[in-house]
């Protein structure tokens, strides 16, 4: 069988992973920023949900880390191959136990990428390979990490905001730092998830900056209007999410996830999947995908809509005089224009729509996804790639993206379309 091939690491991945870092200490400082800043005035409340947010957020990184961990250190030749102590800190376990342990694993991932990413780009040495594995690895854990931190974060920073009608300093830069955690993350992870994918045309600017954008149109209002109605009932808003929550975490079960190695790990990825559709849409399984992700939008534009409708029934009408009508029409507004560009992006601005002419040997054009990512792959650089190829990422992308109609089709009948994880 052919092995299809991928571009080994370059300057642009390096200047993702030095990003990446840099965006997630100054998320992490912002964070204790304003997490002292409710200690010095009183507010233990806030600072409670602020730091049990922080903790939750670290706790699900670091076991999904854990888990990886782990599971690479079975896979034939890993820990033998150039650069392998770099990303598994060799047989030193115990070492990096005890770093999760104290929620350091997520950083010292960071730090291995950058320090291997620049070993393999700048000194051009071998384990380029090794680079590759840890940037698909990392934009997962950041994915993770967003929507389970900062966006609830960013969630109670405007419902503080509401709650009190005033701002301070702190609170913006908190705002600021959360929308480009989860900004960065939206073209991180979707470039990442791509790369698995060689046969298909790669993400242009245009088309990253088209997609981002209907994700955020998408995502803001879902955050604005869960913001608005803690505002109002925010003792309820613990009981909505509670409610939602084991409702798709069943769904997720139900279309036979098998992302992790483990069954424990498995459950943890369908839990932190219920999270993620609680605040966006996130394709898990083959087949259907169409059906799934309209029924689910609509769900979300029922819910967002009664979110709205409570806030404006039971809102305070002299201090949201200012902001409420205007809110009131916006929202839905700006939902209405994600859906737009959403539309807008698989008719226009999708990299299949400019697939350059397929070459030898590269696969047929109707080839599935699944065959592709199931493939024996290779790194441009090293014939012992195939050993190392993150299976679990590439198992993910063959479920986030299907080829256009062909002779077969798509599994769930559509012709033309890919499918998108957020």
């Not at 400082?29 to 600072?47: C, P």
């Not at 900056?209 to 149109?217: A, E, R, S, T």
Request: contains cysteine; aromatic residues 16%.
């Amino acid at each position: 069988m052919e092995r299809a091939s991928f571009s080994k690491y370059s300057w642009i991945d390096f200047a993702f992973s030095v990003v990446g870092v840099c965006t997630f200490l100054v998320d992490w400082g912002s964070d204790v920023w304003v997490a002292t800043e409710f200690y010095r005035r009183g507010e233990l409340v806030w600072f409670g949900l602020l730091l049990g947010l922080m903790l939750l957020s670290s706790v699900v990184v670091q076991m999904f880390s854990w888990f990886w961990f782990r599971y690479d250190r079975e896979l034939p030749g890993f820990g033998t191959q150039a650069g392998a102590g770099t990303v598994l800190f060799g047989d030193r376990a115990e070492l990096f136990c005890l770093l999760h342990v104290l929620q350091l694993g997520f950083l010292c991932r960071h730090i291995s990428a950058i320090r291997q990413g620049f070993r393999v780009w700048w000194r051009k040495q071998e384990g380029s390979e090794y680079a590759v594995y840890l940037t698909h690895d990392l934009s997962m854990l950041r994915l993770i990490e967003t929507f389970c931190e900062s966006a609830p974060q960013l969630t109670l920073m405007i419902y503080v905001m509401l709650r009190t009608n005033k701002a301070r300093t702190v609170q913006f830069v908190s705002i600021a730092a959360s929308t480009t955690s989860i900004a960065w993350m939206v073209v991180d992870y979707h470039r990442s998830l791509r790369s698995f994918l060689p046969d298909k045309a790669k993400q242009g600017w245009g088309s990253s900056l088209v997609y981002f954008l209907w994700n955020l149109l998408l995502i803001a209002p879902r955050v604005a209007a869960l913001a608005l109605f803690s505002s109002v009932l925010p003792g309820y808003v613990a009981a909505h999410f509670l409610l939602l929550w084991p409702v798709f975490v069943l769904w997720v079960w139900k279309q036979g996830t098998d992302f992790m190695d483990s069954t424990g790990g498995e459950w943890l990825y369908r839990a932190t999947v219920g999270l993620i559709w609680y605040f966006s849409w996130f394709n898990v399984a083959e087949g259907h995908t169409r059906g799934r992700s309209f029924i689910y939008h609509a769900f979300m534009t029922v819910d967002g809509g009664l979110l709205l409708g409570t806030w404006w029934f039971y809102r305070d009408p002299v201090q949201t005089e200012a902001y409420g009508l205007a809110l009131l029409l916006a929202l839905p507004l700006t939902s209405l224009l994600g859906l737009l560009f959403k539309s807008l992006y698989y008719c226009c601005f999708h990299p299949r729509l400019w697939r350059p002419p397929l070459r030898e040997p590269a696969p047929p054009d109707d080839l599935p996804d699944a065959q592709v990512a199931s493939r024996d792959f290779s790194i441009q650089d090293d014939p012992l790639s195939a050993q190392i190829l993150n299976r679990r990422m590439a198992r993910h992308a063959a479920r986030f993206y299907r080829d256009p109609g062909g002779g077969g089709g798509n599994s769930d009948g559509t012709n033309g379309t890919e499918t998108s994880p957020l």
